[in-house]
């Protein structure tokens, strides 16, 4: 059964759907609809603002003007409200939607663009692969050989396809994304930010659990959420009527995330100086697939920076860096624009589940994409300061993991005399987050999670809700760096 947008664009919000209390949170006068409050409830959350000390690229960066996870965040959220919008006027047209769902599809994607990256830990993608190393290593080292029994034993199978176990040895930040937007930022009660169905469906850009196997589908391609989330999954799925398919909407917020930084990250490349415009225009002729459109784009941007020097005289870096800005500005146009048609395209088979591909990849863009994707990864990402950064931020994380772990995994709590080791333990269990401190004892006490996952989710919670410079910070006091 093909999706519809009356279901899609559900208002339940995420303790109703649970069971709990349906309780009016509107004051008196309040304007805004359901997702417009969604919107803001991420803007003024706490993990929204630790992003703007969350690596994008450049971990630690002290140049204010090269992005961060806060800045990206907003350039995303902002192309993805555009993306949405274009999409809409389209199927507006057509009849699919009326003016009202049409504000309302734009609003959801802009949210979803603020909080795709919630999740991330410190030090950008390198720190997801340091978490998944450090439970990787716990359960090949022969004092933690049996790490993991009490999951395998918990799932009643002792096999690698154990979700609890794979939760951690496939660690992913889109699933932390859903576990914090709806259980850790607590507002008035365990419900998270206790958003609408409609946005936490389309916040869900990966379906797959950590035991389930992709199947050659992009979608399942990485750990969409946890074992603490099955339960919510499952009603999400039933209430916005997706099923195990993608919400339509995820595919624009992905395609806005593509757009944007493949198209940026060269930008800050160049004010990096990493590249610079001679350099990333020869990069992108002998990158692309399709010469005679990646040079029309750069003779364009040429021809306008030429224009403004009768105005502004630019010279050196300055000039590099109005020459790509305004690449810039003409590939997320062009991105946009054609996302927005691959969207139409292949309307009928995202709305029935059985569209499995990527908007930007089947688009007519993706000959530009491909080759500034190419640049990146062969001049920007491996950059020797990056690279160095980034060795730091693993040490930093996994030492962080060994000391919290300590204390989550002490088991002394209530006795009154405990040993040096216990003492030590129950100090470094202290130290940990409050909130993150009441949502693991409330899993303890009201799911029937096993208390070992409980606990590796407390010491991932902590360490993956730290800033960059808190983390190195507290690695220093710890360590006596």
């Not at 603020?114 to 030090?123: A, E, I």
């Amino acid at each position: 059964m093909a999706m519809d947008w009356q279901k899609l664009l559900s208002i339940e919000r995420a303790r109703e759907l649970v069971g709990g209390p349906s309780q009016s949170e509107r004051v008196p006068g309040d304007k805004r609809d359901e997702f417009e409050r969604d919107f803001d409830r991420i803007v003024y959350s706490t993990p929204f603002r630790r992003l703007q000390d969350k690596t994008q690229v450049f971990p630690l960066d002290p140049n204010d003007s090269v992005r961060t996870r806060l800045t990206h965040s907003l350039e995303v959220s902002h192309a993805a409200r555009g993306l949405a919008k274009d999409v809409c006027c389209e199927m507006r047209e057509q009849g699919y939607i009326d003016n009202l769902k049409s504000r309302q599809i734009e609003t959801i994607a802009a949210t979803c663009g603020l909080l795709h990256d919630l999740g991330n830990p410190p030090f950008g993608h390198s720190g997801e692969i340091a978490i998944r190393e450090w439970f990787q290593k716990k359960e090949k080292e022969g004092k933690d050989a049996n790490f993991f029994s009490e999951l395998y034993d918990a799932s009643e199978r002792r096999n690698k396809a154990s979700q609890y176990v794979q939760d951690f040895l496939r660690f992913e930040g889109n699933a932390q994304t859903i576990r914090l937007i709806t259980k850790l930022q607590i507002l008035a009660d365990f419900h998270g930010l206790n958003l609408t169905c409609g946005t936490l469906s389309a916040a869900c850009k990966y379906v797959a659990a950590s035991n389930e196997g992709d199947d050659g589908f992009h979608e399942k391609a990485k750990v969409g959420y946890f074992a603490s989330e099955n339960s919510l999954i499952e009603k999400l799925r039933t209430e916005t009527g997706t099923g195990k398919a993608r919400n339509p909407i995820t595919f624009l917020v992905e395609a806005a995330d593509d757009c944007v930084y493949n198209t940026v990250d060269l930008e800050d490349g160049v004010t990096k100086g990493i590249l610079d415009w001679k350099l990333l225009k020869d990069e992108l002729l002998a990158s692309s697939d399709d010469n005679t459109t990646i040079r029309k784009y750069l003779e364009d941007v040429e021809e306008h920076v030429e224009e403004k020097e009768k105005e502004i005289q630019f010279s050196g870096r300055a000039k590099d860096k109005t020459l790509v800005r305004y690449f810039r500005v003409l590939a997320i146009r062009e991105i946009v624009t054609a996302s927005s048609k691959a969207f139409m395209d292949n309307y009928e088979e995202i709305m029935e589940g059985d569209y499995h591909g990527e908007l930007v990849e089947d688009s007519t863009a993706w000959p530009l994409v491909k080759a500034c994707r190419k640049i990146n990864l062969g001049r920007v990402y491996c950059s020797d300061e990056t690279l160095n950064l980034e060795l730091m931020g693993r040490k930093v994380i996994q030492d962080l993991l060994d000391i919290y772990w300590e204390g989550y995994d002490f088991r002394g709590n209530g006795k009154k005399n405990l040993s040096n080791s216990e003492k030590f333990a129950q100090k470094a269990y202290d130290l940990t987050s409050d909130n993150y401190q009441k949502v693991f004892k409330h899993a303890l006490e009201k799911t029937d999670l096993p208390k070992r996952y409980c606990r590796m989710q407390l010491v991932t919670d902590y360490v993956c809700g730290m800033t960059d410079t808190f983390a190195v910070n507290l690695h220093k006091r710890l360590t006596n760096g």
